[in-house]
């Protein structure tokens, strides 16, 4: 009798231990949480300053945990808040086990982790994993002489001749990915920043470590990460020169090369295999920072037993840059149709924001309404990106030496950088947007008076309550979570319009990409749905309760949401 307690008492543990008996848990149509799940990027300088010296921080993003709650997001993506020389913000890490003293400590993490948890909001981290800071203590001793045994975890080689770096590859930001160190007479490689040297991923010891560093995280309550530049985690081992394309030069005023040594090297699959086999012993999910420019590299990046990476992001569909219907159906049904689960963005610290890019300068908001509709209604996760729910714009510097991001100095005035789209969150009509009421770190945007998250939560019409009904359309419908995408008047030059199907239910979107209002017949009938009614969900302008899917008016640039009957 008592062994028969001591046993149950055994497996109630168990099951109550960490979630395990909810770990790897799918839904009917086998969905994991992700599937389901919107994320959220944050840019931790930028999103809010807790204790006022101008600089977002940890403790900053807790205190916007209600705000997350209330907008709906399920998970967060923290840019890099490691100790860092900030070379590149953050994206040159020093130490992979730390918090930077600007962001707060490992104790304001835990804190982050576990006010998140209560809410239901997954923390990620960005996993910086081709190259460190060359302040970084790995680099450090790999530099001090040629037998160090940390040598070959970063990638050295001598020249073709004095002065003559290994080989032409360039770095992505300008002149060339080798740099001379005095102190063993050798080049070092760096795809990025000098300061950023390149990880030798060829040697076990380097997989082994950087394994562990997700692992540590993981078991700290971490639900994944977003694997930063996995394109150039490996070189050829030969270093052979890329070929020169035509004599044109780079905004840097570099010869533009066909990256085919230092780019997309196959290793690099049997590395995201082994991570994702880590990740999966913790239930954790990794983003992929995945730039492709056909749909089967991105198709490799999911592997080829869905193996790799769960959320290779697609910026293909990102980089569409304009309201063309032909191209996002292309661009949907090559991603749609690739065997894995889709991943949609349309903004990042890297690119202009998508109220810039798609804006027409007249119907700003309507058009950031009808991309949100556009990319949270699509069968997939979508990543938003800090800002763009209240309708941020790109605040670009207007003189070099107001420049922060390096690749703006190097590369001005060709290249202005990616300051424009990493200023302060705007919380307020307050000084400083209500971000900080110290200088922030980079001014905020010109219109923060009116494009804040206090203004617009008060204001029915706004982008910010749109974006809050979508995604709370988007959680509760089924329809929308599991539902097949099936495209719709797929010759239509102006009106982009899908249907999403599961069980016998239809949630019909309809998407006025035109300024000149549309009359819409749906021909649901070629797809074997007899409907004459549907109920509208949500639309981005008043529509009737009620409309007839074979007669749908949409104004200019207009979103329309509905539900067959
Ligand atoms: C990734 C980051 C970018 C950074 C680059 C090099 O692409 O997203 O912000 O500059 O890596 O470090
Ligand atoms: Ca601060």
Redesign the pocket.
């Known amino acids: 009798m008592r062994e028969l307690w001591v046993w149950a008492v055994l497996l109630l543990m168990l099951c109550s231990n960490a979630g395990w008996a909810q770990k790897n848990a799918v839904d009917e149509e086998g969905h994991a949480w992700w599937q389901h799940a919107v994320f959220y990027e944050i840019y931790p300088r930028s999103f809010a300053d807790s204790n006022n010296d101008g600089i977002g921080d940890l403790p900053g993003i807790t205190s916007k945990l209600d705000y997350l709650r209330w907008l709906g997001p399920d998970a967060i993506w923290i ?1 890099p808040m490691f100790p860092s020389p900030q070379v ?5 890490i020093s130490d992979y086990y730390n918090v930077n003293p600007d962001y707060g400590t490992l104790k304001d993490m835990d804190k982050l982790l576990a006010q998140g948890k209560q809410r239901d909001i997954r923390v990620l981290l ?1 996993f ?1 994993l ?2 460190t800071s060359d302040q970084n203590k790995w680099f450090q001793e790999a530099k001090s002489s040629r037998t160090n045994p940390k040598r070959d975890w970063y990638i050295w080689s001598d020249g073709k001749g004095p002065g003559q770096p290994p080989n032409n590859w360039t770095s ?2 300008g002149g060339s990915a080798w740099k001379f160190d005095s102190t063993s007479s050798q080049w070092y490689y760096h ?3 000098p300061p ?1 040297p390149n990880l030798n991923w060829r040697n076990p010891e380097v997989e082994k470590n950087m394994f562990d560093v997700t692992r540590w995280w993981y078991k700290r309550g971490v639900a994944g990460f977003r694997l ?2 996995v394109d150039v985690m490996f070189a050829d081992s030969q270093l052979r020169d890329n070929p020169v394309v035509g004599n044109e030069k780079n905004a840097f005023g570099d010869p533009v090369e066909r990256e085919i040594n230092d780019k997309n090297q196959p290793e690099l699959h049997g590395v995201l295999q082994r991570l994702r086999k880590v990740a999966d012993e913790y239930d954790a999910v990794l983003i992929g ?1 995945t ?1 492709t420019s056909d749909i089967d590299q991105l198709k490799r990046y999911y592997g080829e037993h869905n193996d790799e990476v769960n959320m290779p992001m697609d910026f293909m569909f990102a980089m569409v840059n304009k309201l063309s219907p032909q191209e996002f159906r292309k661009q949907i049904l090559w991603v749609d149709g690739s065997g894995g689960w889709p991943v949609y963005v349309i903004s ?3 690119i202009r924001r998508a109220y810039n890019r798609y804006g027409d300068g007249k119907h700003d908001d309507q058009i950031a309404k009808l991309m949100a509709s556009l990319y949270l209604t699509l069968r997939g996760t979508a990543v938003m990106y800090y800002g763009e729910e209240i309708g941020m714009e790109n605040n670009d510097p207007k003189r070099p030496e107001d420049v922060k ?1 390096s ?1 703006g100095k190097l590369g001005w005035p060709k290249e202005k950088g ?1 300051d424009g789209e990493r200023t302060p969150m705007q919380w307020s009509p307050e000084i400083n947007a209500g971000f900080s009421t110290a200088k922030p770190w980079l001014p905020v945007g010109d219109r923060y008076k009116t494009y804040n998250v206090e203004s617009e939560r008060k204001d029915p019409n706004s982008i910010l309550n749109y974006y809050h009904q979508l995604l709370a359309l988007r959680h509760t419908n089924k329809t929308l979570l599991d539902g097949k995408y099936i495209a719709l008047n797929e010759d239509d030059p102006t009106v982009l319009s899908y249907m999403r199907s599961y069980k016998g239910q239809n949630v019909l979107v309809v998407l006025n990409m035109n300024g000149v209002t549309q009359k819409v017949d749906l021909n649901l009938a070629v797809k074997g749905v007899h409907a004459t009614s549907a109920k509208t969900l949500l639309s981005s302008f008043a529509a009737p309760s009620r409309v007839d899917p074979s007669e749908i008016s949409i104004p200019p640039f207009g979103a329309w949401i509905g539900e067959t009957e």
Do not use: I, K, L, S
């Open positions: 840019a590149d913000w953050g994206y040159d960005d910086v081709t190259y992505n930001f795809y990025f920043y950023q930063d530049a920072e730039w990042n610290h890297d991001d690749m990616r």
